[in-house]
Each structure stands twice: as structure tokens, then as C-alpha cells.
């Protein structure tokens, strides 16, 4: 219970403080009428303390996406074509806190309930299509964070549900056994859980510093978002960085994985055998091996997603516009003149720091395509 509530606890005041810091910076950015009055009436800051941030910005998403579905009704009425529009700069926020939601409640809570029913020997097919279920879900959430970052970078074009459903299993196979790792350890070896997850935390953490990560407004604040990174990589994959080569990058991280789950796997192993009779239900033999079989097709899969169906940056006649797209949000004017979109025009203007959320949500499209 204890374990329970830190985790709950922890993950609300990581979800508000990062909310608030984000607000802080983007707060002449708000479009919101809810998020607005908040701001006028001094109302955001206290929203977080009583740890109601993230509910105000959910306010403020439901608020953009009515306006934008009765615009698109009354567009199809006339007979007008339907365009993107780029006021919902803020969202952007509010799916990365709904990642780091899931990978800081969510898959720990689902770890600690697996390794419980282990611990008591009560694992049955219902418990186990429960626990499948909800890391469905939780995988879902992922889900929908990758195919956000997609439809904001390019404008509008959403991933195919082929390529949304290659993403969504490549993650469920290689999370599942993860998970399923992490609470067979915890549930003979209950006090290492702890060592072994602060020293590959403190490790992924120094990782994430080597990639020169810039994602928030000061250097003391990017430790914080190093640590999250840190936090998402003990579960699952996140690139943060466009610097170097993904595919090594990506290989390095799989392996460092593949070797960790092993190792869990194998002092498990270790005490089933030495108190065998506690754990007659669970040959050790076939979980191992259907564990790191699972974790062997999600890294296939994950390489075929990435070789086939991952979205590809637009061609030369289309990246001007998307690498522009930052640009075009941080455009306070509505001028529609077609020259604006030329590459010499666009080469003849002189080049502004990108702040706040505009700073934020080019480095996650970029951090997407490469």
C-alpha cells in the first residue's frame, strides 16, 4: 500500500511540476478561454499545488478539439475544405505529460500488481488477461502520443492504421516482457528491486545527458526532464535526440535490455530452484523462454516498423514546409500570401530563437522523424 501511494503521489507532483513549468513559459501563448480565465484570475498556480494542473490542460484540449469539430461541420455544410490549424500549440504539452504518466504510474503500478499475484500464487487466466488488458491500455496511450506527434508535424495527415497497429504491437511485445521480468524478480527479491532500479535509472539518466537533450527553459529544469527520459528507457524505448545514428542508438538500448531482462530472469530462475516447492505453478524453463521469445518478435517487429512503416520526413518539395511548420505556428499574423512558403523567402528570413512550446514541440518533431 505504501509502495502504491508513493507511486501515485510521485507521479502527480512529477506531472504538476512539469506542467507548471511549461505553463510558466508559455503562458502568452494560452488560447484556451478555460486556460485563460484561469490566467486572469491567478488560478494556475494553486490548480497545480492542489494537483489539478493536468486537468486544467485537459480542460483545455477538450475546449479545442469542440471548436475545431463544429468548425468541421460547418466547413463540410458549405462545401470548404478542411485545414489544420495550429492553435493548439499547447497540446503538444499535454501529450508528453500523458507519456510520462504512463511510464511513471501506470507500468510501475502494473509491475508491483503482477509481482503481488505472483508473490501469493494466485496467477489464473483471468488474472492474466487482466494484466494483459491493462497493459493494452497502457501501450495505447503510447500509442496515441506517437501518432499525435505525426498528425501535428504533418499538418494534419494521419498514420495509416497499419503502421499505428505495427507501433502498437512492437510495444506491447517488448513491454510485456519487461514488466513481466521486473515483477517475477520483485516477487522473489522484493528489497533488490530498489537497488537495481536506482543504479539503471542514475545510468539512463548520465545517457540522456551524453545526448545533449534541450527541452526545457533552464539547465537546472533539463535534469528533471533527463530524469523522466530516464524513468521511460527502464520501460521502453524514447529517442530525445536527433544527434548521432538512431539505428545505433537504438541497437545499443536493445541489447542493454535484452542483457537486463536476461539477468532478472536468470535470479528468478535461481531462487525457483532454490525453493522449489514455493513455486511449483511456474516452470522457470518455458517463462524464461517464452519471455525472451516475446522480447526477440517485438525487437523483429520493431525493426520492421522502423524499415517499413515508420513515417518517413516529407521529400524536398514538402520539407520546406514542415521544417517551416514551427515557424508558421509562431506567425501571430493571418497573412495567406503564397510567397510566404517559397524556400528563398523563407531562406531571406532572419533566423529567431524558438522558446516555450515552440521550442519544445520542434525538437519532438524532430526527435520523431529521425
Known amino acids: 500500500m505504501a509502495v502504491m501511494i508513493f507511486l501515485l503521489l ?46 486544467l490542460r ?18 463540410f455544410r458549405n ?3 478542411h485545414s489544420v490549424r ?18 511513471s504510474e501506470n507500468i510501475p503500478q502494473l509491475t508491483l500488481i503482477l509481482s503481488r499475484i505472483l508473490q501469493r500464487g494466485e496467477l489464473e487466466l483471468i488474472a492474466g488477461l487482466k494484466i494483459l488488458t491493462a497493459a493494452s ?45 521486473l515483477a517475477l524478480f520483485c516477487s522473489v527479491l522484493p528489497c533488490f528491486i530498489i537497488a537495481h532500479f536506482l543504479s539503471l535509472w542514475m545510468l539512463l539518466v548520465l545517457v540522456a545527458w551524453s545526448q545533449k537533450t534541450d527541452h526545457m527553459k533552464s539547465p537546472g529544469w533539463e535534469w528533471l526532464y533527463r530524469a523522466a527520459v530516464g524513468l521511460i528507457w527502464y520501460f521502453s524505448w524514447f529517442n530525445v535526440s536527433k544527434k548521432g545514428s538512431i539505428k545505433v542508438k537504438m ?7 535484452a542483457l537486463d531482462t536476461t539477468m532478472l530472469l536468470g535470479f528468478w530462475c535461481w531462487k525457483v530452484f532454490e525453493y522449489a516447492g514455493c513455486w511449483s ?38 520539407g520546406v514546409q514542415f521544417r517551416q511548420a514551427v515557424k508558421y505556428d509562431a506567425d501571430s499574423t493571418d497573412s495567406t500570401d503564397s510567397t510566404d512558403s517559397f524556400p528563398e523567402n523563407i531562406a ?15 525538437t519532438m518533431f524532430a526527435n520523431f522523424y529521425f
Open 10 to 55: 510521485g507521479s502527480s507532483v512529477l506531472l504538476q511540476v512539469f506542467s507548471w513549468i511549461w505553463y510558466s513559459d508559455s503562458v502568452g501563448k494560452i488560447e484556451t478561454k478555460v486556460e485563460k480565465f484561469a490566467d486572469k484570475h491567478l488560478l494556475i498556480k494553486p490548480f497545480h499545488f492542489l494537483q489539478l494542473g493536468v486537468c
Open 58 to 75: 485537459f480542460a483545455g484540449v477538450i475546449e479545442t478539439s469542440t471548436v475545431d469539430f463544429i468548425r468541421r461541420i460547418k466547413n
Open 79 to 81: 462545401g470548404v475544405r
Open 86 to 103: 495550429e492553435d493548439g500549440k499547447l497540446k503538444y504539452d499535454f501529450l508528453m505529460l500523458r507519456l510520462f504518466e504512463a511510464f
Open 137 to 181: 491500455a497502457i501501450i495505447f496511450n503510447v500509442a496515441l502520443y506517437h501518432q499525435g506527434m505525426h498528425v501535428h508535424g504533418s499538418k494534419g495527415c494521419k498514420m495509416s492504421s497499419i503502421s499505428t497497429g505495427v507501433y502498437f504491437l512492437w510495444n506491447l511485445l517488448l513491454i510485456i516482457p519487461r514488466v513481466t521480468a
Open 251 to 257: 541497437a545499443i538500448y536493445c541489447s542493454l535490455m
Open 281 to 318: 505453478s511456474l516452470n522457470p524453463y518455458v517463462v524464461t523462454s517464452t519471455l525472451l521469445g516475446l522480447n526477440a518478435i517485438g525487437i523483429l517487429v520493431k525493426i520492421i516498423y522502423y524499415r517499413w512503416f515508420h513515417p518517413k520526413l516529407p521529400e524536398p518539395s514538402e
Open 348 to 362: 531571406a528570413a532572419p533566423a529567431q530563437p524558438l522558446t516555450g512550446v515552440l521550442k519544445r514541440s520542434s
